[in-house]
């Protein structure tokens, strides 16, 4: 399998798929700077990330935009006062670096730009994330077809949950994308745990 690129962005078919712990096995495996660009609710993604992994703050970027309230960015936004612009990201000048969407592809930023729009705006090349369960096909050829539709280069897809072969062989299948890893859930959620998850799902890539 070939290596993952030193710098990507993070994205999934829904909330609460495994953008976060993907993000954390990854940061745990390799040198990586984690950075959330969006972050909508309290604790943060950067919080529960640097906790899981005891990684130091050196290796986390500050978030462009962050708002107390668990909404979509564009809502979380509104309330906070803010219109979320998209010339205002600029990624870290890391040489590695492990950027996490919020929500799904086409979650609203603003008036006008959804989450993929981001995505085509920083140019990175795009990892996947979907659940491995029933309805998970459906979700990720819709977000796999969006992301194509901006001309994103896609890595592959994440698979996350109790091991589904026959949905793992649907999505390769019918989207056309590698299934890059299936990943089941972690007996331990702190540095060992997930470099062990980065050996056994992604080692040799970084």
């Keep these: 399998m070939d ?3 030193p710098r990507l962005f993070v994205t999934g078919t829904d909330t609460g ?5 993907l993000s954390a096995i990854l940061m745990a495996g390799s040198a990586a700077t ?7 609710g309290e ?15 050196g290796r986390f970027a500050p978030e462009t935009y962050r708002f107390s309230h668990p909404l979509s960015p564009h809502a979380a936004a509104a309330l906070a ?8 990201f600029r990624p870290p000048p890391a040489p590695r670096l492990i950027a996490e969407g919020a929500g799904g ?5 603003n008036g006008q730009d959804l989450m993929v729009d981001l995505m085509a705006h920083l140019a990175l090349p ?11 096909i459906n979700h990720t050829l819709l977000s796999l077809e969006a992301l194509r539709r901006r001309q994103l280069e896609v890595l592959g897809v994440v698979v996350n949950g109790a091991l589904n072969p026959a949905n793992e062989e649907a999505i390769s299948r019918y989207g056309q994308v ?13 540095l060992a745990g997930l470099r062990a998850a980065h050996e056994r799902y992604f080692g040799g890539r970084e």
């Design 81 to 88: 006062g803010v219109e979320i612009e998209l010339e205002a």
């Design 3 to 5: 290596e993952l690129p």
């Design 34 to 40: 984690y950075w959330k660009p969006v972050q909508s």
């Design 105 to 109: 592809v086409l979650v609203p930023l």
């Design 43 to 57: 604790p943060g993604d950067t919080d529960w990330v640097r906790q899981a992994t005891g990684l130091p703050g």
């Design 178 to 190: 590698r299934v890059l890893a299936a990943v089941e859930p972690l007996p331990r959620l702190d």
């Design 17 to 21: 798929v495994g953008k976060t712990l």
């Design 126 to 136: 795009v990892l996947l994330v979907a659940r491995s369960g029933l309805g998970t």
